[in-house]
C-alpha cells in the first residue's frame, strides 16, 4: 500500500478504535483491550488517520533462577486482514518493544499461536505447554485431603505463598498488586486456601466454573499452588469431591505444574493433555539479562560462547562467567566452547535444556559434550514453567 504507517501511543480515541479492529481481526472481543487499560502501554499503527494493527505491552517481572528480571509481556495484538501480508506485524513488535525497552525491559515474552512468525523475530518456546483433563471420579478415588483445612477466599498470606513458590521456576511473572483482582474479575474465579492446623498457608487453588448445558458445570482450574506434595494431593482431593456436579475437572493451559503427581499417584492413569501453543522467549539485551537473572551459588565457571547476533548475520563471542549466585557476560576474542543462535539462547536463559543431549538435539554446537554439558547444568537447576496468561 502507497500510503505511509505511522506509529503512535494509543490515546482515547485510537483505544476505541483499536478495540472494535481486534474484534473484527480474532472475531470476538478481547476484553484485556480494556482491563488492562490502565496498566499496559498501547501501541498502533495508523494509515490515513485509521489504526490497522496494534497491540498491548506489559513492563512486569518475571522470575529466572530466583530473581525478577524485568520482561516485556507482549499481547492481544493484531493487525487488520486486509493489511495482512505485508510484513506491518513485524514493524509493529519493533514499534511495541521499543517504550518497555526504554523502560528497563530486558527480555520479551509472547504467546501466540503464530509460532513461525515469532520465532522469525527471535523468540524461541522453551518448553512445551499442555491443558489436561482428569475425571473427578479418579481423583476423588486417588487422593484424600488429610487434615487440612480449607478456606475460601485470597488474603496476603497465601499472595506470599504464590511469590515465593513462583521463585521456584523459570519464567512465573512477580505479580504486581493490581494482578490478582484483574484475573480474578477477568475470569470469574473463585479460590481457596488450604492449610494444616496451626500452620501456613500451603496450597492455593483458583477456579472457574461454568453452567453446563445439560447437568452440573465444567470446571477449570486456573491457580494450581502447592508448598509440597501433601498440599498437592489436598488440592487434588477438593477438587474430587466436585464429582456430584462436574464430571471432569479441567487444567487451564499452564496451570498444572510440570511435576509428576498425576503420573505417580493416579489409581488409574487416564486424563488427557491438549497441547497448546507455547510462551515465548526472546533476549532483548544480553549483559542485563545475564546479570540480573538468579545463578546457582554452588557454581563457579567461566564458559567462552559464542551467541548469533540480533541481525542473525555473524556471530559474537562472549566470556560467561559464575560466581557465588551471580553471572556476567563480556565481550571477548577467545572461540567459543559452545554456540547459540538467538533463539537458542533464549531456551537455554530459561532452563528448558535439561540436559547436553536434548540441547544437541535442538542444534546447539560444542566443541565437545563435556563442554555443552558444563553451559547447560548453569541453567538446569529451576525447569521452566509460565502459569501466568496476559
Known amino acids: 500500500m502507497s500510503e505511509q504507517l505511522t506509529f503512535a501511543p494509543a490515546d482515547d480515541g485510537l483505544w476505541q478504535q483499536y478495540d472494535e479492529l481486534a474484534t473484527r481481526a480474532y472475531g470476538h472481543r478481547i476484553g484485556d483491550i480494556t482491563h488492562l487499560r490502565p496498566h499496559a502501554d498501547f501501541q498502533v499503527a495508523l494509515r490515513r488517520g485509521r489504526v490497522v494493527a496494534g497491540g498491548l505491552g506489559l513492563l512486569v517481572d518475571q522470575f529466572f533462577g530466583g530473581s525478577p528480571v524485568p520482561s516485556a509481556c507482549l499481547g492481544d495484538g493484531c493487525v487488520a486482514p486486509e493489511e495482512r ?3 506491518l506485524a513485524t514493524r509493529m513488535t519493533a514499534e511495541r518493544l521499543r517504550p518497555l525497552v526504554e523502560q528497563g525491559a530486558v527480555i520479551s515474552t509472547i504467546s501466540t499461536s503464530s509460532t513461525g512468525y515469532a520465532r522469525r523475530l527471535g523468540w524461541e518456546a522453551p518448553v512445551p505447554v499442555l491443558a489436561w483433563s482428569v475425571t473427578t471420579d479418579d481423583l476423588k478415588k486417588s487422593y484424600t485431603g488429610e487434615d487440612f483445612e480449607i478456606e475460601h477466599g485470597l488474603d496476603e498470606e497465601a499472595q506470599a505463598l504464590q511469590r515465593d513458590l513462583a521463585r521456584q521456576w523459570n519464567g512465573p511473572v ?3 498488586a493490581w494482578w490478582p483482582a484483574w484475573k480474578e474479575t477477568k475470569n470469574a474465579l473463585t479460590t481457596y486456601r488450604f492449610s494444616r492446623p496451626g500452620h ?3 496450597g492455593l487453588l483458583s477456579f472457574a466454573t461454568k453452567r453446563h448445558e445439560r447437568h452440573g458445570m465444567t470446571l477449570t482450574v486456573h491457580e494450581f499452588w502447592a508448598a509440597n506434595q501433601n498440599a498437592a494431593t489436598a488440592l487434588l482431593a477438593f477438587l474430587g469431591r466436585h464429582n456430584t456436579r462436574a464430571e471432569t475437572i479441567e487444567f487451564r493451559r499452564g496451570a498444572l505444574p510440570p511435576y509428576p503427581t498425576l503420573l ?10 491438549e497441547s497448546w501453543h507455547p510462551w515465548m522467549l526472546c533476549i532483548l539485551d544480553i549483559p542485563n539479562a545475564i ?6 551459588d554452588d557454581l563457579t565457571t567461566t564458559i567462552p560462547i559464542e ?15 559464575i560466581e557465588a549466585g551471580s ?6 576474542d577467545v572461540a567459543g566452547q559452545a554456540a547459540f543462535t538467538r533463539r537458542q539462547f533464549a531456551v537455554w536463559y530459561a532452563g528448558g535444556y535439561r540436559s547436553a543431549t536434548s540441547a544437541r538435539m535442538a542444534g546447539v554446537q560444542a566443541v565437545s559434550q563435556a563442554a555443552l554439558m558444563n ?16
Open 174 to 176: 512477580l505479580r504486581p
Open 85 to 87: 501480508g505485508e510484513h
Open 327 to 332: 553471572a556476567t557476560i563480556a565481550p571477548t
Open 375 to 390: 553451559v547447560v547444568r548453569s541453567t538446569a537447576d529451576l525447569e521452566p514453567w509460565l502459569p501466568d496468561h496476559f
Open 200 to 202: 501456613p498457608t500451603s
Open 291 to 296: 546479570r540480573l537473572r538468579g545463578w546457582p
Open 264 to 273: 505417580h499417584n493416579l489409581h488409574r492413569f487416564r486424563p488427557t493433555a
Open 307 to 321: 551467541i548469533e547476533n540480533a541481525g542473525g548475520d555473524s556471530w559474537d563471542r562472549w566470556m560467561f562467567q
